[in-house]
């Protein structure tokens, strides 16, 4: 473990390596720091990245130690954090010019949660113009004239560049799945109301979820765990025991879990090498693991009434920024708000309304499968950093706000990535990153492929 | 105690009566169901009354009893509840011709809680026409010709006529604490989020709140205990360790509470007479106890925010029965539901969105005094039945979700009671209810009035 590079550890290495001290922390920062502001130079991952920043919390984490402060889990662990969550010592600047400078009152409750287990918060990577559809600057490592995805661009990138072993992004449509195929990475969006979101930009309060980036699904589990739970500031988080989501990834099913696969409504459209990939994964788990099913209909209403209420959210969110500066805002933007205002009452209401309903519709697979599996995006990342790609795979997942991951599985003849989505029963976070952790371990660990 | 009548004791003191034997529960309820029966012939508190569901009822708590099961809290107390809640065994007909002879599936999770605390479901008890503005035909018990309030009218009506020492009620503008004083008994609306509607006719989710009728403030704090909770089914609804409201209901505040009234700013049109018995009870408590203050700017705005949400809502709820069945629905609701659906997205999602802010309002308020005190209705039962009265003194509370009751403290000299409305900070039921239980015994107990 210690022969890995610094870039390749995973968070629950970096915290064993300091904890233990095979290197002292300032070694270890002095070290990434420059890796980072060098790598940086072409992907462009991070908004705001400050040596003295990161040198203020790794002092006072050697401080803490020297006193005799317990490590915490994530002791010195470096994280990005999408630059839509507050932070008080970096500005928050919602990837658009009308918040330049904007430093927040205080921490988000989930950065003060990432902080209290040790973590140091490396910088603010890039998101998308107020998490929508403009494109950030950022490009994707494994091919810079291919974009990351968006909108947690700079998360994705900063995980898959080895910046980070964990960033955090959010996902209202597609945002963090999809980079996450197109970079490489394990994503997971949780259950809808699972992460708080207090400090956080508000794009879409019935959508919005938070989620990680990580290399492992054990990182994946460790940071959502410590970020889970109520707060008593977001009317969606409810309060739940604690999960005890890193264990139950590290077990072992009671039975071998199953699968079943979703070509779904919009495999047309998938670009004919990805199908192709895809095909082969199903042949790779074969018929006792995974069942090709059929989606049920109600996800084409789904995207309408995903639209509805994400738009009119999306325009009420942005209202002063669209009356003040209008001319501050992309045109993409502009777009989006002016059919947000209007959009009438009764379709935002019925669209809400659907929402719970839309949930349960996929209740009884759970009943007989442990994952819906289908894939993640359209194919891997498109040429060019004019846009981001195309959100379908995750709107109905967003939508019933049913867990998600993305499994970085398999990969296209242009070198690219592509990710398996893996979605779960709601609030069964722990049975959908224990199912996922035994296929990936059964069917794609090193050596099962020999 | 013993020596009271079955239609003056607490839910405490039925308890007891039963579980210490002083009286079969079968001798109880044949005198209670005769009572009832003959004095509910003026008063159609009830609609749906029937002695072979309470039989049932009865029967079962005596044969558990029997077979050694402890006797719940609320074991034997006979309970009336609002008929836009979920019962399997009594019919649910959201006081509107269309929903006639409708058995719920199931009992709605505040009616499971009830059960399982021991208490009999006496009947159900007559609402407006789908909660809103359409009056029930209950009369008034202090006067015949006057109307109870509304919109849970028949269950203030049948705790003020001494049918059930407790009823359950819901509040969406006013309709809780309103008819709570025109019938002269303690109500209670406990802070948003605090009791699950789970299986509770949904008027306007985001205003909808269940709430508690009882002859004193010990039953109120019981009842709201006992079906206080997160049933994981009601997404306004928060898991909060167990609130001990009786315990500290029954507790000697720790320092004498202080209290502020406002006139609020529609105190020109309340009653002359009204006016005049809240100056005396303002000269009654004495310059110590209660300052008299302005509210806050922001109650003006509130109540049209309220209408927005309320009526938008409204209109949602409804939309089958206003598209199948208008002719079956009254006029003023008809209206309502129309300008319900002229409401624009972005009127209805401002308002949603001050709820929060209204609520802060109040804040500072309540780090100077325990309880903001101001007049719980115009004045006394409005004379005739065409009209519940007028909900106003509600609006602002019900829209910020703050916990409020009913005192039922003063009289007026056509005989009919009238109340003092007291409002406790956000999720502090119990400091609201300790306070207002000091209040009552301070100022208004049969010792101290000597």
Redesign the interface.
Known sequence: MSEKLINEMTALEIQDYLVSGKSSISQFYAQLMEFVSEGDKKIHAFVNFDARCVEAQTQTLADDRDLGREPGPLYGVPIGLKDIIDTSDFPTEYGSVIHQGRYAISNATLVRRLKEAGAVILGKTATTEFAAMHPAATCNPHNLEHSPGGSSSGSAAAVAAGFVPIAIGSQTNGSLIRPASYCGVYGFKPSRGLLPRSGVFEQSPSLDQMGVFARSLEDIALATEIMNG?DGFD??T???APMRLVKTCQSEPPVAPKFCFFKTPWWDKIDPEAQEAYEAFIAHLGQGVITVLEMPEVVNKAVQWHKSVHL??L??SL?KEYRHHPEQLSQTLRDQIKAG?E????D???AK?RIVHVGNAFDEYFDHFDGIVCPAALGTAPRGLGSTGDPIMQTVWSFAGLPTLNLPLLNCSNGLPLGVQMVGAYKNDGRLLRSARWLVHHFFSEETSQ
């Open positions: 109520d009317e969606a409810k309060a739940v009119a959210e325009a009420f209202q205002l959009i009438p009452l009764f935002y209401l019925t309304d």
